[in-house]
């Protein structure tokens, strides 16, 4: 079933009776070509292109727990592609152009909103590190534009840049960032993957890998064991875990990070906007939120909530340079797991146990990959070589010295 403006008519005037399910509820086979281990976005999005892309077949997602239930659910669901370093940029305009033309090619909409994303800086060091940055993402085919405070006050007046504790002396910005609707991702992922008979598998937790003779033949589940041909592991914060399963430690931590929305305002922020002197990010919901984040906690957890000290650290960034929001008032607030890397860039890649393959370490910034993560996966699980874009994303980079250490923090997983 397609959707369509003339189908919503049609049902319109029907009592709403056509409307398939989403997506088909699988009961798992015996065995799979692929099985993909984790359905959030990432691991919807490589199910979709190996099917679509790749011509696979026999494929299946099985997730612990509910679609969206993960990390695709709980960002603050800003994209972009700002990135300066070679090993990383050309991956994320990847992604942001397959964000462009999304609804398009799943036929859902997933309200993606090019709305802009405006990074703020306050010292000259800053700007000359902004300046380098745009010209890294201009050389690589994407937008860039360094904005004066004039500017800025035109398009964010209520941006405080002269008398503040931290002045605003101009901004970054990427025309083409902006903000997708997160859970609708995971549920547009999902229904293109189950019409091309992807088996999405809900409830099913992956509680053992069958390993023979360093071979992944298939996986043990709370619903019975599946043999797979190849079995990819896609479980963002619980990545460490899984693959112990499999007797392997990651150059990747899990630490909490939390998000904020606010109750509903009249439009006040046009896009998204981050704050230089701190961590704090902004953007508005269509519903009238101020969807909000900062740091993560900084401590090793597996825990979907945070504690308050972060709650304090993330509203003092916001008010510095948002201090009209000082009497607003939190709505609601949660957390979600992220797998941290050594270098704060993510590994898609096999691992040394033959036929299992490792999609993982995304930090806080893997909402935005989503598109291009699937598709680079899926590149790999056919072709058992790496996309052009993701050839950097690799285990060895760690004993090679081959770090992609967008913030120069060095092996500091709680920094990047
Ligand atoms: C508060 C917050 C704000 C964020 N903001 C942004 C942002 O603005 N922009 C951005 O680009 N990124 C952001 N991120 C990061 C981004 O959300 C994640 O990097 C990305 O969603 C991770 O990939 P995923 O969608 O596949 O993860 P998930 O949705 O977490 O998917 C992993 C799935 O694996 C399942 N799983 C785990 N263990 C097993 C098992 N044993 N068996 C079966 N299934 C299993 C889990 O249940 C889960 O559904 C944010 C994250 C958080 C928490």
Not at 95 to 108: A, F, I, R, V
Not at 227 to 242: D, M, Q
Request: some cysteine; hydrophobic content about 35%; overall charge positive.
């Amino acid at each position: 079933m397609r959707f369509s403006g003339f189908k919503i008519i049609r049902e319109g005037l029907s009592g709403h009776k056509g409307w398939d399910a989403t997506w088909r509820d699988a009961t798992p086979k015996s065995h799979y070509d692929h099985i993909i281990i984790g359905g959030g976005g990432h691991g919807l999005a490589t199910a979709y292109y190996l099917a679509r892309r790749y011509g696979k077949a026999n494929i299946a997602v099985v997730e612990k727990g509910w679609l969206g239930g993960g990390n695709v659910g709980r960002n603050t669901t800003i994209i972009r592609s700002n990135y300066l370093l070679d090993g990383n940029e050309p991956f994320y305009e990847l992604s942001l152009k397959l964000w462009e033309g999304l609804e398009q090619d799943l036929n859902y909409n997933a309200m993606i909103s090019q709305r802009g994303i405006l990074n703020l800086f306050h010292t000259d060091a800053q700007r000359d590190a902004y300046i380098r940055r745009g010209n890294a993402m201009l050389l690589n085919g994407a937008d860039a534009d360094l904005l004066t405070t004039d500017q800025i006050k035109n398009r964010y007046p209520f941006l405080n840049t002269k008398d503040a504790r931290f002045p605003i002396k101009g901004g970054l910005a990427q025309h083409r960032g902006g903000t997708v609707r997160h859970d609708a991702v995971a549920w547009g992922y999902a229904r293109a993957a189950s019409l091309l008979g992807v088996d999405i598998i809900q409830n099913c937790e992956v509680t053992g890998l069958d390993i023979k003779n360093n071979k992944c033949v298939g996986v043990i589940t709370t619903r019975g064991p599946i043999k797979g041909g190849k079995i990819a592991c896609c479980v963002a914060g619980s990545s460490s875990r899984v693959m112990a399963m499999a007797g392997m430690r990651l150059p990747i931590e899990s630490h909490v990070l939390q998000a904020f929305v606010s109750e509903g305002l009249k439009p006040l922020i046009p896009g998204v906007i981050t704050f230089g002197a701190g961590h704090f990010y902004c953007s508005q919901s269509d519903k009238g939120g101020l969807v909000f984040g900062g740091d993560i906690d900084g401590y090793n957890s597996y825990a979907q909530r945070g504690n308050l000290p972060i709650v304090e650290d993330v509203c003092e960034g916001g008010m510095a340079i948002l201090p009209n929001l000082g009497r607003l008032r939190l709505l609601r607030m949660w957390g979600g797991i992220m797998d941290m890397s050594m270098d704060g860039s993510p590994i898609i890649d096999k691992t040394p146990i033959e036929n299992l393959y490792f999609n993982g370490g995304w930090c806080y910034g893997g909402f935005k990959a989503t598109p291009a993560s699937g598709l680079c996966y899926a590149h790999l699980l056919a072709t058992d070589t790496p996309h052009e874009t993701a050839t950097a994303y690799r285990f060895d980079r760690f004993e090679k010295g081959l770090m992609i250490d967008e913030k120069g923090q060095g092996n500091q997983p709680n920094l990047h």
